[in-house]
């Protein structure tokens, strides 16, 4: 079993708090296509014929590339791997380019999963976050799939906007479930350096929301999700029961994938490799047969903190027998040790022979978790 993931880097405006690698110059968009293609053909081996299970168009804005540039990526991707006919496939959009012709031409492709980044339902908050859409437009893209026959939809939100209140994140909590979406991820906003939005607080023309207001939205958020009966199944992430996003948990649970594209990351259990994050670079390496990329060889420390900062963030944990068989006595022990405070402190538990965090632990996960890294 193993994923593949795309990155698809065009966009036809940054966002304000993005730092993720992309560009405006949708020029480029056919050629680009053609170089994944051609590195989806290159590295066919990385994967050792291991059949697909996911396939995930990030971004970037997916939904900036047409039926045609879809279709030719699926050609390839059928012709060179070996895809598991009940896989999650899912694209990643803007609301405003969710048009009913759009997602009519989206049902022909093998698509099974939209991710619509919304982000808030707030007008004003949406201008100044520099996202394209608006709330109404936001609503009407999620009734639109549901209408189309999508059934599996999930939907980005964003808690902890400058100046933003308890209040505030509810309404939009409130307009999100009213929704019913099988799926919601929720992030608090964090200030990338470089990005509009950090800048903007460097010359102090916004203010951060208090620490204390940020777990008050937290805390909302998963009793609000929790009450809706949506499975907390990662810190971030909701779910109705069966609809978590399978792409995104087998990273948390150490599957291999292949990432193609500008700066798209691949993980094969040993090595970790990124390709070079520049269009211009990527598409002349991809063409002259010389992908441009860095690798990094993981040892088995690296391997184990690794699978502590993405499996113990999630529902499942981290199985205590595997992680025994899989990373030795020594870093099996150095984990029993160092958790045991947090288990006595209920932020950590072992039930069924799994090491997780309580519900009241994972607000405070990123923490706990620095403390359970191996340090050489």
């Known amino acids: 079993m193993a994923g593949i993931y795309l990155h698809i880097p065009f966009c036809k405006r940054r966002c304000a708090y993005c730092d993720f690698f992309s560009t405006t110059h949708h020029e480029l968009i056919n050629e680009y296509v053609t170089a994944l293609c051609h590195e989806l053909e290159m590295r ?19 939904s900036l590339l047409n039926y045609k540039e879809l279709e030719k990526l699926f050609i390839y991707i059928y012709k060179v791997y070996k895809v598991n006919p009940q896989a999650e496939i899912t694209l990643e959009a803007n609301p405003d380019d969710l048009t009913t012709d759009y997602i009519n031409q989206l049902k022909n492709l093998p698509i099974n999963r939209i991710s619509i980044g919304i982000q808030t339902f707030n007008d004003e908050r949406l201008r100044f976050l520099h996202r394209r859409h608006t709330s109404q437009q936001a609503i009407n893209a999620i ?22 209140t308890l209040e505030d994140w509810n309404k939009d909590l409130q307009q999100a ?44 958020l998963t009793k609000r999700m929790t009450d809706k009966g949506y499975i907390h199944y990662e810190i971030s992430n909701f779910c109705l029961p069966g609809m978590h996003s399978r792409h995104n948990s087998n990273y948390w649970r150490e599957v291999p994938y292949l990432g193609c594209g500008a700066s798209a990351h691949s993980y094969n259990l040993f090595s970790r490799q990124w ?26 420390y690296t391997r184990y903190n690794d699978r502590i900062v993405t499996s113990l963030r999630t529902l499942w944990g981290i199985p205590l027998d595997e992680l025994k068989k899989v990373y030795g006595e020594e870093l099996f022990d150095y984990c029993i040790k160092t958790a045991t405070p947090y288990l006595n402190k209920g932020i950590l538990s ?8 309580t519900e009241k632990g994972l607000f405070l996960s990123d923490g706990v978790m620095s403390d359970l890294l191996w340090i050489e």
């Open 44 to 62: 066919k081996s990385y994967l050792e014929d291991a059949s697909i299970d996911t396939i995930y168009f990030g971004g970037g804005t997916p």
């Open 177 to 220: 479930l009213s929704l019913n979406p099988p799926h919601l991820s929720a992030y608090h906003l964090t200030y990338e350096k470089g990005t509009p939005i950090w800048k903007l607080r460097e010359e102090k023309h916004l203010q951060e929301v208090k620490e204390e207001t940020s777990d008050q939205m937290y805390d909302l």
């Open 143 to 164: 009734k639109q799939c549901q209408d189309t026959g999508f059934s599996n939809i999930s939907i980005d939100l964003i808690y902890g906007l400058p100046d933003s």
């Open 275 to 300: 390709n070079i994050a520049s269009l211009i670079d990527y598409i002349k390496g991809i063409q002259a047969g010389k992908p441009m990329f860095e690798r990094e060889e993981l040892n088995i």
């Open 350 to 357: 072992i039930s069924g022979n799994t090491l997780r965090f």
